[in-house]
Every structure is written in structure tokens, then in C-alpha cells.
């Protein structure tokens, strides 16, 4: 597995966000994680991220314990977080050749400008990013996120404010990245549409607790995606 | 006779009443030079005083300053001489009977106008002070336009900014769409 | 290496952008209008020498806290308001790493400042025997105080996450900083001016300069006024790294 998380508590003051959460992810996986507005699942990609730390509980990346090696598994992962601010005063080219230095990835100008092809921005290298579009700037920030070629891809909520086609666009590079490059992909979302079209392994969870995992075509046995997100999160389930 | 005793007792009296009064104004003299400067604003200037004691005792502790005052209509008000002159006040220990002592008061001339300075001596066993004749002093104003070299920097610095910016700008405005 | 792509990015973003060039330009302009008037024949010309110097000295080290206070306001609560320090976090970068590229392209600030104003301090000072041992001073206090306002200024910035709220209270230490100024003579020699003299680095640089271009003073007099300001730079520095260590999104 790719992904091993074991009790995992988080908390904010009195108020506690993850409250013992476990579950995995395995290799080459699209995994969905479900829940509604504040059940935790920007926390939870927070900490799997190494951003922020958990107040107990074990994580590993790759065989990486998250809270000790936190480096190395920024290594290998990379995320495309929800609200992803952008340096507007930038070209596209200079906005991934930034983060490339940073993750130590030796990219030439050609190197950019495919990796801009690979997520629809052909032609917009010099471009500023403040001329871009919200659909043309979330391609970026897949973009960036694609820079150092992680193994594992966190996405949080990545067609928020797409139009169909754009959208549409998303889920089909997501696809591209999945089966031709092998690349584990997480994704954070409460589009059902979304974990329809791309996922295999999905997990919900809710006030902090994960409370329903598992492949998505045998829970869909039971009823369609949306009749089990709304079972499983409906007040008092736990 | 009671009458007579009164009388040349009168008259005594009123002669050392005088010579002790005299003898404070003419025991010390004091004159200041030059007595007109005409100079610059900025130009350094020395007055000299000349304490004279004329009489037979030395005379000790006297203490001799130098005033300044603007005479410039409009302006008339003594002047603070702190930026004018470091020493403004000399003490002078003994001046002996019938000896001069002669003092240096350097000055820079701060602002322009016409002034008025003179020197004053105090003597604590005196009642009065006694002060000089005036110096007068015209000081002119002279501009200058560009002193130390000042006017290529002054401007050619913001200008040289300004240029290095457009030359930034004007790069990546043609590299970037 | 990774330090070195963050200053870049940062010069790039304030130093190399026209807002960053006005302020270059006001600040020479401004050092013009002093140098001016200093020099021409008005009163303010029969200053002595060393005075005039003296004077420019405390403009430009002011100037520099100043921009630094503000740089640092921004470090981290403006980049987590445009919401581009999450993108930083998730790369491989230690967060004092993050720290010391802005730190460095403060630096680069107070070193571009420091270049426009040595034109300016060598017309002004042209004769004055302290000159080359004054801008010498210049260069080191004024490099310890650029780092010592925006270290503390980036550290709330990171404390505080609001780029407002930095900005206030920023400010408000440069006024404390540069209190002594608006004391009159007779006030700053009350025990409450001492006081306040002592345990100001800012005072303690401007008095330096004093002590150095009017008196002609060696360091023996200023060592401890020195030493005072190196606490300051440990100090801040620490309240830094504390700071960065601590923030999460």
C-alpha cells in the first residue's frame, strides 16, 4: 500500500477534526475521499501532505512515516490544494520553473512547455498567470503539482468552479495520469459525479471518522453513490 | 563750629562716596575691534577685546562676554550665540595695575543681516558692568548653486533609477504576452 | 540552493517591480532635496560637516528599518492571504529555508537602499575626516537593524497570519524604535531616557554615528552600544526561527 493511516486525532482547541481515522490506499489507486462541508478531509490531506502535524496517530507514505520524514515524502507526493493562490505577476513557464527548483527537478524550457501541453496550456508558456482563467489556472496548479512526477497526486476539490468542459478535461488527464503513468491519485471532493467517473477505491467520512470504505463497484451494489454518501453521513449515523 | 564739622564731613563723605563710585568706572576700560566687519555667511571672524585696568591695584575674577545683537529691521532681537561662537564668556584671573589683557572671540557667521556686537566686563566688587563700544557687523548672503558638486547626483540619481527601471520593464514587457 | 530560489522569487516580487523602484526613487529624491539643502547657503548649510552626515546617516538607517518592517509584515500573512504559501509548504522546503530567502531579499533591499545613498554621503561628507569610518558603521549597524526590524516583523507575521495586523503593530515598534528622535535633549538625559536610549538598538546605531562622525570617538566607546544590537540580531533571529517552526495552514 501506498497510503497507511492509523488512528489519527487532530485537534483545534476544544474541537476535535479527526477524531481516530484509519484507512489505505493502495498503489495506482484513484481514491475518492468523501464527506460533507467540515468532516475533515482538507485536515486530513494537510497532514498526509506534511503541512500540518497530527496530535497522534501514524501515518506512512511509501513506507515514509509522514511526522518524521516529512521531506522525503514531499519528495513524492505532490497536491493541488483547494484554494491554491498563484504568483500573478508570472509567466506559466517561470511559475513551474520555480517550483521545479525547489523540488530539485532539473527541467529544461522543453520540459515546461510539455508538461503545459499535457494539461491543455499549449501556447500560454509566456503568458502571465493573472490573464489566465479559473479553469486555466486550476490546469496550472495540476500542473505544478505534476512537476516533480509524484507517485502520489492529492487533489482537494480540483473541478471546483469548472464548467463541464473543463472539467471534463480534468477527469481525462486524471485518467492519462492514472493508467499511462501509474501514478496513485487521491481525491478530495463531495462532486459524486466526480468519484463516479474516476474512482476505484473511495472512503466517507464524517465528523472526523471514516464511515464507509471500500471498492466503489461493490458498495454501488447496495444502491447508487449518492444513496450511500447520504446514508453514511446523515446525523446519527455514528 | 558744629556747623563747620558737619559741613567738611558732608564734603568727605561725598568725596570718597565718589572715588569709590569713580573708581569702578575708570579702574577698568574695555574697547572691542575691529570696529566694522563687513563678511559673508559662513565666513569665520575673530573680535578682539582689550580689558585696560587703570588704576594702581590689580584687578582680580573679572569675567568678559561678547553680545550680539541683530540690528536688521525687522529682526531686532539679541542673538542666541550657540551655533555663532564656542566661548562666549572668558574669565580672567588678574589683570595688574596698570595692565591690559586682550581677548580672542572666534565666531562663524551663521545667518546674513546687519548686527551690532560688543563686549561686556563684570567685576563681582562692582555694581556695574561695564560694556564697550558696538562693533557693527554686515554679513551677506551668498548663493551657491552648486556647492561640492552636489547638483550631478541631486538629479542624475533619481533619473539614473528611472532609467534602469524602464530598462527592466521594457525587457520583460517584450518577453512576457 | 533552495533559499537562493526563494530570494529570487521575492526580489522579483517587490524589489523588481515599479512599486519597489518608486520607493527607490522617492528615497533618492528625497536624499537629493537634504543633500541640497544641506549644502546650499541657508542655515541649515552652516551645520557642521559631521553634522550633515550624521543627519543623512539616521535618515537612510530609518529608511531601512522602515522598508524592513514592512517586507516583513508581509513575509508570510500576505502570502497566506493570496493563498500562495500553501503551494510553498507542500514542496520539499524547510521552513527556514522559506525564512531565510525572504530575509535575504530584505538584505538585498537594505543593500540597494544603502548603494543609492553612498553618492549622496560622499557630497555631503567630501572632506569630513570621519567619512569612510561613518559609511563603514553605516554598512554594519544599519545591516544588523534591517535584520533585527524585519526578523521580528516576519516572526509576527508568521504569528499573527494577518498582513493588516503585522503592519499595525510594526509600525507602532518603529515609533518606539524612533522615539529618542522626538525627545528633546534635557528628556533623553532623565533615567527614563537612558533607559530607553539603552535598550534601543535603533538609538544605539544612531548614537554610534554620534559618537563616531560629530566625536570623533574610537570603538572602545561604542563596543557596548554594538554589543547591545548583536543581542538584538540573536534575539530576533531566534524569535524567527521560533515563529517559522511554529506555523501551520
Not at chain 3, 515599479?18 to 539643502?37: D, E, H, N, R, V
Not at chain 3, 494577518?162 to 524612533?178: D, Q, R, T, W
Request: aromatic share 10%; charged share 20%.
Amino acid at each position: 500500500m501506498i497510503i497507511s493511516v492509523e488512528n489519527l486525532v487532530k485537534k483545534y482547541g476544544d474541537y476535535t477534526a479527526l477524531d481516530g481515522l484509519n484507512f489505505t490506499v493502495e498503489h495506482g489507486d484513484i481514491f475518492g475521499f468523501l464527506g460533507p462541508n467540515g468532516a475533515g478531509k482538507t485536515t486530513t490531506i494537510r497532514i498526509l501532505t506534511a503541512i500540518i502535524k497530527a496530535d497522534s496517530g501514524n501515518v506512512l507514505i511509501e513506507g515514509h512515516n509522514v511526522f518524521k520524514e516529512p521531506l522525503e515524502v514531499k519528495k513524492i507526493n505532490n497536491a493541488l490544494p483547494e484554494s491554491n493562490g498563484y504568483y500573478e505577476w508570472m509567466t506559466a513557464r517561470e511559475y513551474l520553473g520555480f517550483f521545479a527548483n525547489l523540488y530539485g527537478e532539473k527541467t529544461s524550457k522543453q520540459d515546461i512547455y510539455e508538461l503545459l501541453e499535457v494539461v491543455g496550456l499549449h501556447g500560454k508558456e509566456e503568458h502571465l498567470i493573472r490573464s489566465f482563467s479559473r479553469g486555466m489556472k486550476q490546469r496550472l496548479g495540476i500542473a505544478r503539482a505534476l512537476v516533480n512526477k509524484p507517485k502520489l497526486l492529492f487533489l482537494d476539490e480540483p473541478t471546483n468552479g469548472l464548467d463541464p468542459k473543463g472539467r471534463r478535461d480534468i477527469h481525462d488527464l486524471l485518467i492519462n495520469l492514472n493508467r499511462k503513468h501509474g501514478t496513485t491519485i487521491f481525491l478530495s471532493t463531495h462532486l459524486l459525479d466526480d468519484v463516479e467517473r474516476l474512482c476505484n477505491r473511495i472512503a466517507i467520512i464524517n465528523y472526523g471518522k471514516i464511515v464507509r470504505a471500500g471498492e466503489l463497484d461493490r458498495m454501488k451494489g447496495k444502491g447508487t453513490i449518492e444513496d450511500i454518501f447520504f446514508l453514511s453521513t446523515k446525523e446519527g449515523t455514528l | 563750629m558744629k556747623k563747620l564739622i558737619l559741613v567738611l564731613s558732608m564734603i568727605f563723605l561725598t568725596i570718597i562716596a565718589y572715588y569709590t563710585s569713580a573708581s569702578a568706572a575708570s579702574r577698568i576700560a574695555v574697547s572691542i575691534n575691529p570696529p566694522f566687519i563687513q563678511a559673508n555667511m559662513g565666513d569665520k571672524i575673530t573680535y578682539v577685546g582689550t580689558i585696560t585696568n587703570n588704576s594702581d591695584r590689580a584687578v582680580n575674577n573679572i569675567i568678559a562676554y561678547i553680545s550680539l545683537v541683530n540690528v536688521t529691521p525687522g529682526k531686532e532681537a539679541p542673538l542666541d550665540l550657540e551655533d555663532w561662537s564656542a566661548n562666549k564668556a572668558i574669565k580672567v584671573d588678574t589683570i595688574p595695575p596698570r595692565g591690559t589683557y586682550e581677548g580672542q572671540w572666534p565666531m562663524r557667521l551663521i545667518d546674513s543681516g546687519s548686527y551690532v556686537a560688543y563686549i561686556t566686563v563684570v567685576d563681582k566688587n562692582d555694581n556695574t558692568p561695564l560694556s564697550s563700544d558696538m562693533s557693527h557687523l554686515e554679513i551677506k548672503r551668498i548663493l551657491r548653486l552648486n556647492p561640492n558638486n552636489v547638483l550631478p547626483v541631486a538629479i542624475g540619481e533619481p533619473v539614473f533609477i528611472g532609467m534602469v527601471f524602464m530598462v527592466i520593464a521594457f525587457r520583460r514587457r517584450k518577453r512576457v504576452k | 540552493m533552495k533559499t537562493a530560489y526563494i530570494m529570487q522569487k521575492e526580489i522579483r516580487e517587490s524589489i523588481l517591480t515599479p512599486k519597489g523602484f518608486l520607493w527607490y526613487i522617492i528615497t533618492s529624491m528625497i536624499l537629493s532635496a537634504l543633500s541640497y539643502l544641506f549644502l546650499t547657503n541657508s542655515e541649515l548649510s552652516l551645520l557642521d560637516q559631521g553634522q550633515m552626515l550624521y543627519r543623512i546617516m539616521n535618515f537612510i538607517t530609518a529608511l531601512g528599518v522602515l522598508m524592513g518592517l514592512v517586507f516583513g509584515a508581509d513575509a508570510f500573512a500576505g502570502e497566506i492571504e493570496r493563498g500562495t504559501l500553501e503551494a510553498l509548504f507542500l514542496s520539499p522546503v524547510d521552513k527556514g529555508e522559506i525564512a531565510l530567502g525572504k530575509l535575504g531579499a530584505v538584505l538585498t533591499n537594505w543593500g540597494i537602499i544603502f548603494a543609492i545613498s553612498l553618492p549622496y554621503l560622499f557630497v555631503v561628507g567630501k572632506g569630513e575626516q570621519n567619512l569612510l569610518i561613518g559609511i563603514a558603521y553605516l554598512a554594519i549597524l544599519g545591516t544588523f537593524l534591517a535584520i533585527i526590524f524585519s526578523a521580528f516583523s516576519m516572526g509576527l507575521s508568521a504569528r499573527i497570519k494577518s498582513m493588516k495586523n503585522s503592519l499595525i503593530i510594526s509600525f507602532f515598534v518603529f515609533l518606539l524604535a524612533g522615539a529618542p528622535i522626538f525627545l528633546s535633549a534635557a528628556q533623553r538625559s532623565t533615567w527614563f531616557g537612558r533607559i530607553l536610549d539603552f535598550i534601543n538598538p535603533f538609538a544605539g546605531a544612531i548614537n554610534t554615528f554620534d559618537s563616531v562622525v560629530i566625536d570623533s570617538q574610537g570603538f572602545s566607546y561604542q563596543a557596548w552600544r554594538v554589543a547591545i544590537i548583536c543581542g538584538y540580531l540573536l534575539l530576533s533571529l531566534w524569535f524567527l526561527k521560533r515563529s517559522v517552526s511554529r506555523l501551520e495552514m
